[in-house]
């Protein structure tokens, strides 16, 4: 896979997964995690599917606890590359704060965001995705990779796919973003084949992201360029920062301003947004468990499903179909792959109770 | 409660129990634990039960590995009431012995075998069962308690009922006992009226048990004999007896040939085979989570059915109905209630799976 001119790559490495208690906690969130048996954290995964793409030129933005953990399995990288936010402030100040910096560093860069906790099981047809999105992205549109969808989800929003672009086959046009739909709605985006999972993935010039934040923020975007300019300033400037989501602050309204551009792709892509997909993702066998950790641990009779096996403790599932266990040495989960949504439940729970150390 | 004249109570503590694997091991057998949240082992609620009625006649007969356990449990119990067999021989073999010691000791002796893993709610009920037992043996009847059927169990043998006795009119003649029956026959059992759970507790004169021991199993009867009159012989003789149930060796013959009687009981017995009768017994909220340990550690969300919390960890359950969660140190079920009976399944398979060290 050749190498893309000119591409950073910023990863956006944040957010706790409360869908993946007990596995996921505040303190060790998803993306720290080998949640597919591969022997290597999302963030790494992340971090080696991109490398063949853009080399060394990452930017990952993290939050401060976690940032000595980051540089840790990140050894190849610069530690200077790993970026601490000094609290959470949502997706539009992590991105644009490396965009803003990537601005004033190289005047050509194109930049991809990409989460650091998804998986993306085919390297190959991504890397090519997101070298089409650079093509395109050079041309200064704001290019989102549009995934196509398997099944009629409603645990994400969705993209609307308009015309081809004249100069870029390969895209298109983005009338607009539709928020998470009914399962109803859900199917009929299925069927017309014009719609895509928007899985929060952008590839953009950083001027053109920060010039289009300056149209409807613009106080955002000046303050950005400030602490890029003066980086002593980020204490003080982030916390008075908007906390918004890239997707409302910038890529709904240049979609209505005929900005936005969807390369459409099929990758294999999952945000693994909870054991459900989790399950979906790792099962290799259908109608028996499947073991994330140690398998030698697990004796299943009549069972399917899905045991992370965190403790060396013995682990036995008797006749449940669908089940979901999840032992770690201070919690563990028994659910269904159907409730997995409803595991952020335990930790609101957790957290009213006063147990908060335990999310 | 007034006390019986001359009754002794013979406690056959012994069973593994791997049908509440991993609460109950071969080297923590059910007996010992604790398993209604009395605070009281069912060998010690057994031993309460039983003390007004006997006073301190008590012979418990365990195997070798638990007689330590087993005097520590019951401190107020003179330590020589403690057999301890040199390997497990069934209950003929045990029961026997008990009635071998107690024909020297004590010719006008009663003794009532009561298994150490048995439950029971209303001690008075079978306080006044007991007393009624004991009259009829002293006339040398060979005397079963018959629980009444509460449902249409397959997991019980059954105690036909015939006519009463003449001279108790509480007890009824006992024509013959039935294995345990299909769902069919048990429903069929359960419209009659006349037939009654074989909970495995008799009351007899040690002499006439003997006695009727010797009809049919001659050297059996002798062995148990001579081992009495000279305990020293234990060791050798022991291995050499017959491996039988007391009711195959005596009872059912016994009934053919018209010596057997029954007192109906009922008094809320259950012999907790497996996790469903456990969840069963312990449910005091139908629909929510039944609890057995430190329920302060369970967070239950729309979730039904039993959690055993051995661990002192936080176990969260969500959206599962009559789920079964056994968490231990070292072993972890996850089953329901409609499987418990498989849970056997798991023990078998980890002894062949050369993990018998956790069973």
């Known amino acids: 896979m050749p190498v893309i001119h000119n591409l950073w790559a910023v990863i956006p490495a944040g957010g706790a997964g409360t869908r993946l208690w007990p596995l996921s906690r505040a303190a060790s969130p998803k993306f720290l995690h080998d949640l597919t048996g591969s022997g290597r954290s999302l963030l790494q995964e992340t971090v080696d599917r ?17 940032r000595a953990a980051v540089i ?21 100040a992590a991105i644009g704060l490396g965009a803003a910096l990537l601005e004033r560093r190289d005047p050509d860069a194109v930049m991809g965001s990409f989460a650091a906790d998804h998986v993306v099981t085919d390297p190959d047809a991504f890397g090519e995705v997101v070298r089409i999105a650079a093509e395109v992205a050079r041309d200064n549109w704001l290019v989102t990779l549009g995934i196509e969808p398997t099944h009629p989800s409603t645990a994400f929003g969705y993209i609307r ?26 199917e009929q ?17 950083p001027a053109v992201l920060l010039d289009l934040l300056a149209q409807w923020h613009p106080d955002f975007a000046d303050q950005l360029r400030q602490i890029a300019a003066d980086p002593s300033l980020l204490e003080d400037v982030w916390p008075t920062l908007p906390k918004i989501a890239l997707d409302h602050a910038v890529a709904e309204p240049a979609a209505e301003a005929g900005r936005v551009a969807v390369v459409p792709a099929a990758m294999g892509w999952d945000d693994i947004g909870d054991f459900d997909s989790l399950s979906h993702l790792l099962e290799a066998d259908l109608g028996h468990l499947t073991v994330l950790g ?7 009779v009549d069972s399917s499903g899905l045991v992370v096996a965190g403790t060396g403790r013995v682990i036995s599932v008797v006749g449940l179909d669908d089940i979901v266990v999840v032992d770690t040495p201070d919690a563990l989960l028994v659910t269904s792959r159907e409730r997995a949504q409803d595991v952020k439940q335990v930790v609101s729970r957790l957290r009213a109770d006063g147990r908060a150390d335990l999310t």
């Open 50 to 66: 991109l490398t063949p793409l853009v080399e060394d030129r990452f930017l990952v933005v993290t939050g401060t606890p976690h």
């Open 72 to 92: 840790a399995q990140l050894s190849a990288l610069d530690p200077t590359a790993v970026l601490a936010e000094p609290s959470p402030r949502d997706s539009m």
């Open 161 to 186: 796919m308009g015309e081809p672009l004249a100069e870029h086959p390969g895209a298109h046009a983005v009338p607009g973003f539709v928020e998470k739909p009914s399962v109803d709605v859900a």
């Open 189 to 205: 985006y299925l069927a017309a084949g014009t719609y895509r999972w928007n899985a929060g993935m952008f590839v953009v010039r």
């Open 294 to 300: 140690e398998g030698s641990c697990v004796r299943g």
